[in-house]
């Protein structure tokens, strides 16, 4: 007989169909959680498990979980719990840290 444990704080993101289990253990389905956020399917939703994009997907799934989103998608958060950029916003953010360090060279 297994022994139900506490799933291990891990450097990886869970998977969606995780996300997804753990929202019917709640009884709680994506398209109920896009109706409390006037959203209106759960496509929206469903974008936020698999792309990087959609911040407030991410926290509305979460609170729904009563988690912080870093807890589910470590990759996309800071060790303080801010965001990380991605996409033009980080290479932008790249470019002007290379540029105020002196630096006239774009990290590769």
């Known amino acids: 007989?297994?022994?139900n444990t506490a799933k291990?704080?891990?450097?990886?993101?869970?998977?969606?169909?995780?996300?997804?289990a753990a929202l019917?253990?709640?009884?709680?389905?994506l398209l109920e959680v896009a109706r409390r956020h006037?959203?209106?399917?759960?496509?929206t939703?469903?974008?936020?498990?698999n792309q990087t994009a959609y911040?407030?997907?991410?926290?509305?799934?979460a609170d729904v979980l009563g988690l912080h989103p870093?807890?589910?998608?470590?990759?996309?958060?800071?060790?303080?719990g801010t965001r990380k950029s991605f996409g033009l916003r980080a290479l932008k953010s790249t470019q002007s840290d290379c540029q105020h360090?002196?630096?006239n060279r774009m990290a590769a």
Do not use: F, V
């Open 24 to 29: 019917h253990k709640r009884g709680i389905t």
């Open 1 to 3: 007989m297994s022994k």
């Open 101 to 103: 360090n002196g630096n």
């Open 38 to 43: 006037n959203i209106r399917g759960s496509s």
């Open 70 to 80: 870093m807890d589910i998608w470590p990759t996309r958060y800071n060790a303080d």
């Open 55 to 61: 911040p407030i997907n991410e926290k509305r799934l």
């Open 8 to 20: 291990k704080a891990s450097q990886e993101d869970w998977h969606p169909a995780d996300i997804l």
């Open 45 to 49: 939703l469903s974008k936020a498990m």
